[in-house]
């Protein structure tokens, strides 16, 4: 076993080990641990209809909750299409737990949680999760948001995520397709998707999608791994946890359910999603290029905000998002660049509409907020 654990696909020794995993007795005390290193170096070696094959056996048979989810992790790498993909991308919870992973006990969820997170749900897990914020590409985004290959707890993150990254990527059509789906799993966007959908042109559409994710300040364009999600309101800017999103570029981003986690001391290597086409795979290392270059969300929300404001002073929406584009510089990380968007949006917002009650309700512009 030890042998196992510590070669590669790649080693010159891993073919003798490889004949000699798969003499061992499925009764035997180390045969689970011995199979996942051997299905893992199959793996690695690019056999992986052979791979395939023995994971579903294993997973087939009576072995520990524990362990199952190592093995969901290896099948859903062998996974031929977006279906077997999505399917072992979920998984069992062992254990749930906050943070500070004291235990799993009602009094230890954060004030948050609406309610205790169920632990029979399956969720998804950080390997997967990585696999659709860092290779997978829009048009993959839209096509899990518009079918029912995830149930339904998990849809509302992913619908608001993939239509997050739309606006960010300057995709308006798939924007404007993914509209309906934002409003089939959070109702209370309907208006803001309905001026989406009814925008005159591009910038028009746009702004409104800006308008829509300055309201709702946990949208982020990403997924989370565990239990991460809170379900969306209208100015979820109680606290400084969970408002917006920090640059996608970012070292310290792990897409944890914390989003002030730093990256594991050993990251987990990046998957080859199998099911995932070499144009596919592009287009999605393209776009989170693409992603990374938006930095900061207030830096980001309160340039397009200006901009619009510029060219509608007579928008009635803009007195608001000029209160919301302030409010970001507050309530998200944000960075020394983003203290002069705040100023700026606080100038134009009292010197323009000084009588409204967004001006009222700005008291004052913000320094910076975090320190990434």
């Known amino acids: 076993m030890n042998a196992l654990e510590h070669v590669s696909g790649i080693d010159g020794a891993t073919d003798e080990l490889l004949l000699a995993a798969a003499e061992v007795d499925p009764r035997h005390p180390g045969y689970l641990t011995i199979a996942y290193h051997r299905d893992r170096l199959l793996i690695e070696r690019g056999a992986m209809k052979e ?24 099948r859903m790498r062998t996974a031929l299409d977006l279906a077997g993909f999505l399917l072992y991308a979920q998984r069992i919870p062992v254990l749930i737990t906050d943070t500070a992973d004291m235990a799993q006990r009602r009094g230890s969820y954060q004030d948050y949680q609406q309610q205790p997170p169920n632990p029979k749900l399956m969720r998804l897990d950080k390997d997967s999760i990585e696999v659709l914020n860092q290779q997978a590409p829009l048009e993959l985004w839209a096509q899990i948001a518009a079918g029912d290959a995830i149930p339904a707890h998990l849809q509302q993150e992913l619908v608001l995520a993939a239509f997050a990254r739309s606006v960010l990527l300057d995709r308006d059509e798939t924007m404007i397709g993914l509209a309906p789906q934002v409003t089939r799993v959070l109702p ?4 803001f998707m ?11 559409r746009h ?13 982020r364009p990403y997924m989370t791994s565990g239990i991460a999600w809170i379900r969306p309101r209208v100015r979820a800017t109680d606290s400084y946890t969970f408002n917006w999103w920090i640059p996608l570029g970012s070292p310290e981003l792990d897409w944890s ?5 730093r990256p594991q001391a050993n990251p987990l290597p990046e998957v080859a999603a199998q099911f995932l086409k070499p144009e ?17 969300a207030p830096n980001y929300l309160c340039q397009h905000v200006l901009a619009w404001a510029a060219r509608h002073p007579q928008d009635p929406r803009v007195p608001e998002a000029l209160h919301y584009a302030v409010a970001t510089t507050r309530y998200a990380a944000s ?23 967004w001006a009222k309700r700005t008291p004052t512009a913000y320094r910076k907020n975090s320190p990434w």
């Open 51 to 74: 791979a395939s094959e023995e994971l579903t056996t294993v997973l087939g048979g009576d072995i520990p909750k524990s362990a199952i989810n190592h093995f969901r992790s290896l």
């Open 280 to 296: 596919d795979r592009a287009r999605g290392i393209e776009d989170r290029k693409q992603l990374a270059s938006t930095g900061y």
């Open 194 to 204: 309905a001026q989406v959908s009814s925008g005159t042109d591009v910038p028009a």
């Open 257 to 261: 359910p914390n989003q002030w986690d």
């Open 335 to 357: 960075n020394d660049e983003s203290a002069e968007y705040s100023i700026r949006a606080y100038r134009l917002l009292h010197l323009r509409y000084g009588k409204s009650i």
């Open 188 to 191: 209370e966007a309907g208006p």
């Open 207 to 219: 702004f409104s999608a800006i308008h829509f994710l300055l309201h709702f300040a946990t949208v």
